[in-house]
């Protein structure tokens, strides 16, 4: 007997979005040989890590860290590009569900309160349907067992992608971007910032700027990918 779902199977083969090879029954979205041989940063169990050092003197975050290395052409950036451009929003919570396994052996995550993904602003969150970042924070959120505040930070401006841009003007255009209408609901609290990529960190120290302007919160950062460029 055929269950509806190995139809659609038959239609949709079922394939890892990094590698592409055929998903056995038992895996979602990532092969197992993929989850195992993606490149881990492991920066997590370290406080002072590249990601931490890209911030200094810049914000002083609590914790930052990052789960992969992004590298061009390679399996994390077929992951990412799924999650942004094919609609692959379970793809967003199945990577934050498997950093979030990680990151739940750190003692530090422990005291975190509550989750916020970096925002998209209205317009492009309507148009691609959902916010890749809030997936991830979905994720994490799931086995972390904290909340998701999503409706705290907010995008004001929709500054253009800043892909093909000069690294110059990259530092520049996110200034004065993000907002936080209702700060009182963060008093004192400790955040983990979420997002799917860090490349610069621009955009990141923008976001932790605004939400350290109010007192006695904390941010640490966490993102899916490093790009080491
Ligand atoms: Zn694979």
Redesign the pocket.
Known sequence: MYLFSDFISLIYPNI?M??G?ALHKNEDH??S??QYNLPKTNFYKIDDNPIMRLFWGRVKLKGASSFYYFNKGG?VQNLLHQLKYSGQRDLGIKLGRMYGGELIQIAEYETIDCIIPVPLHFKKEKKRGYNQSEMIAIGLSIVLKKPVMNDVLLRSKNNETQTNKARFKRWENVDNVFEIPNPDLLKGKNILLVDDVITTGATLESCANQLLNISETQVTVATIAFANL
């Open positions: 890892c990094a590698c090879n990532i092969c040989r993929c399996k």
